[in-house]
């Protein structure tokens, strides 16, 4: 049973810069694959980055590639997310999640969510 709380979300203007946290709490497991989901007003739930807690390659859409980074602290049981250059259509609530099965880029294998913080980004 792992809870995920989500922080840091705030309204910043396009071009600026933001960086959104999850902390965990529960059991969780080094082999567990930590993802970071926007959805935005009127439009489904989608992946946005995902690394594993041992470390590796993380993995990002094709939206935000080259200006987020997604990072995890193991020590501190907390994922970041680090979004530069944001955009409008950045503007979404963001959620964590973890995938018990490590792989990571499935939806459905996450099995722990996040509430969200919402990130409102400014023309």
């Known amino acids: 049973q792992v809870q995920l709380v989500e922080s840091g979300g705030r309204l910043v203007q396009a071009g600026g810069s933001l960086r959104v946290s999850c902390a965990a709490s529960g059991r969780t497991s080094s082999s567990d694959a930590m993802g970071w989901f926007r959805q935005a007003p009127g439009k489904e739930r989608e992946f946005v980055a995902a690394?594993?807690?041992?470390?590796?390659?993380?993995y990002y859409a094709d939206s935000v590639k080259g200006r987020f980074t997604i990072s995890g602290d193991n020590a501190k049981n907390t994922i970041y997310l680090q979004m530069n250059s944001l955009k409008p259509g950045d503007t979404a609530v963001y959620y964590c999640a973890i995938d018990p099965s490590g792989y990571g880029l499935r939806p459905g294998g996450y099995e722990y969510w996040g509430q969200g913080t919402q990130v409102t980004v400014s023309s």
């Open positions: 690394i594993a807690w041992s470390g590796g390659n993380a």
